[in-house]
């Protein structure tokens, strides 16, 4: 289990309930897990929490079995890729250069950046179709593109698990689609991978489990089959939504209209 | 530009404004007094080249080059790039710091420079400890905050023992405020040394942390940077690196603000490269400052804090209307 929490509960000062209650789930290597729910349902917040960015109120987190806390940063970057969910940069940094700091995790504060490096940097690039980016000044690329770039300079550190938070926001069907199918090789080669999104419809279809979280609390997890259904989704989401299945066998759901319901007689 | 030529650049004008440091001056003025001083052992030339000009020169390119650094890492800390090393309430302590020492014990050589220096340290321990009473965390937005209050409240101080000083007095600490090399020698350049070798040390090991902050604290973090522990490291080591140039040089604004602007438009922003070549240009900027500062009106010297301005300000508003387009 990389990445564990146990009765997580986290509670901000002032806030009358708890942003998260009692959470616990695991990723382990080779699988995805997509987090899913409402807007303020406590998503980013878990994320965050995992990552010891955020001290839990009570529970705990651990990374590799070993509390998150007790991890120094450097080692837990060589372990853990993150996206997150904005970012922006204020020095004309070029693409080239935002992914390198990818390998500062695995350099020394004064080590020359070696062959080995380069050649990661470079085969990252690839993989995120932002290799012909390289010489462009962040503060010039499309939100797309931006996107990609964080998502290779995640992959530069060479990590055992990837957590994106809402990692498709800023793209097109065809990135969206490019991003997911490189999230789904990388976890079939071992990787373990949190993500969080909207689009429950992908999730059901790249995911291994999925997690629905509503008001700091773990209401659904499982397969995308055990989870996506239409009670659920409707009752989490507060609007009615229909769930049909896809030529797979993936769940994918539809907000309905009012009067939608009588009109296809479900 | 290749980096190769860039660098060769930045050496060679570094050495070219020392060379001119040493050449030009109120007296011995020029070449053939300069190659006087080479050839002839015994000679006033070797003397003043030596004994005078040498140290002046030497301190303040490491002066100007501690500056510079501690300029380019504090901008990086608060993700800004106006940011001065004058600009976190060292300036009011600095100077609260000299005046008191010049009302109090008159213009006695060795009490300036350490009574500024305290007060330097004094402002940094109450900027420090204010920016993190509101939290645990060093907050850079309170920390600029915290220093510009902390500045303004010794600023207050010292305007108002001013009024109350002699014409004389006032003059004083008025130039001294302004900033010069007129008082330097070798033991002058080993207190510097004494005081901001470690800094500037320390420093050039954080110049990967410093790239990781300007991403943002909580990326730096997720890359591998220990955020807290780098800021204070930062904080400190930029502050004391300024407070020491205070120390014996009074206060030289703008080399701080303009140099490290400059320099990311010519080297790029990465710190690895950016804080080395900050270090060469501000060296060599001020020592051409104070060439300026020494010859231009001789045998009346002008403070150099007022030749950086004169050519600082011009320089960064041009800067300035670039980066902003």
Not at chain 1, 49 to 55: E, F, H, N, Q
Not at chain 1, 68 to 75: A, K, L, M
Not at chain 1, 102 to 118: E, F, K, N, S, V
Not at chain 2, 4 to 15: D, F, Y
Request: proline share 6%.
């Amino acid at each position: 289990m990389i990445l564990q929490a146990e009765h997580l509960t986290i509670r901000y000062a002032d806030a009358p309930a708890p942003a998260l209650s009692e959470v616990s789930l695991g990723v382990t290597p080779g699988s995805l897990m997509v987090l899913g729910g409402p807007n303020g349902s406590g998503k980013t917040t878990l994320l965050r929490a995992l990552l010891g960015v955020l001290p839990p109120s009570t529970g705990s987190v651990s990374i590799d079995g070993r509390a998150v806390g007790n991890w120094p940063r450097d080692e837990l970057a060589r372990r853990i890729g993150v996206v997150s969910q904005r970012e922006e940069v204020w020095v004309p940094l070029s693409v080239e250069e935002v992914v390198t700091m990818g390998r500062y995790a695995h350099l020394g504060p004064l080590t020359p950046i070696r062959a080995a490096d380069r050649s990661v940097i470079q085969q990252v690039l690839e993989r995120c179709d932002v290799a012909e980016l390289r010489t462009r000044k962040a503060d010039t690329l499309s939100g797309g593109e931006w996107q990609r770039v964080r998502i290779a300079r995640a992959l530069a550190q060479e990590p055992q698990a990837l957590v994106l938070d809402e990692p498709g926001n800023a793209l097109d069907v065809r990135h969206e689609m490019e991003v997911m199918e490189l999230i789904r090789t990388l976890v079939d080669d071992g990787m373990a991978c949190l993500l969080i999104t909207h689009h429950l419809n992908l999730a059901s279809r790249y995911a291994d489990q999925v997690v629905l979280l509503d008001k700091g609390r773990i209401v659904a997890e499982g397969t995308p089959s055990d989870v996506l259904r239409e009670e659920i989704l409707s009752r989490v989401f507060g609007w009615p939504i229909a769930v049909t299945p896809w030529r797979g066998g993936s769940p994918q759901f539809i907000p309905l209209r009012p009067g939608d319901r009588d009109r296809i007689g479900g | 530009m290749t980096k190769a030529v860039q660098w060769s650049l930045l050496v060679g004008g570094a050495l070219l404004a020392i060379l001119t440091g040493l050449v030009f001056g109120a007296t011995f003025n020029g070449p053939a007094a300069f190659i006087e001083g080479i050839r002839a052992p015994e000679s006033m030339a070797r003397t003043i080249l030596v004994e005078v000009r040498l140290p002046r020169v030497v301190l303040a390119f490491v002066v100007g080059g501690g500056l510079g650094i501690a300029g380019a890492a504090l901008q990086a800390l608060v993700r800004n790039p106006l940011a001065d090393p004058y600009l976190l309430g060292l300036s009011g302590g600095a100077g609260l710091g000299a005046v008191l020492a010049i009302a109090v014990a008159g213009a006695a050589p060795w009490a300036v420079p350490t009574s500024a220096f305290v007060g330097a340290l004094t402002a940094i321990v109450m900027v420090y400890r204010l920016s993190v009473a509101a939290g645990r965390r060093l907050d850079p937005r309170v920390l600029l905050l915290v220093g510009v209050v902390v500045g303004s409240f010794a600023g207050a101080i010292m305007s108002a023992i001013m009024v109350l000083a002699t014409a004389s007095e006032l003059r004083n600490a008025f130039l001294w405020l302004l900033g010069g090399f007129s008082a330097s020698s070798w033991q002058a350049l080993g207190v510097y040394l004494a005081y901001a070798t470690i800094p500037v040390v320390v420093l050039m090991t954080q110049a990967r942390r410093l790239d990781l902050l300007t991403m943002g604290e909580e990326t730096a973090q997720f890359l591998g940077a220990d955020v807290e522990r780098t800021k204070r490291v930062i904080y400190v080591t930029a502050s004391l690196l300024t407070a020491a140039a205070v120390a014996v040089s009074g206060m030289i604004g703008f080399v701080g603000l303009v140099v490290p602007h400059a320099m990311r438009r010519l080297v790029g922003p990465l710190h690895t490269a950016l804080l080395p070549a900050v270090f060469l240009a501000s060296g060599g900027f001020l020592v051409l400052a104070d060439s300026i500062a020494r010859s231009i009106v001789a045998p009346i010297e002008l403070p150099v804090g007022v030749v950086t301005a004169l050519v600082g300000v011009p320089l960064f508003a041009l800067l300035l209307r670039r980066t902003l387009r």
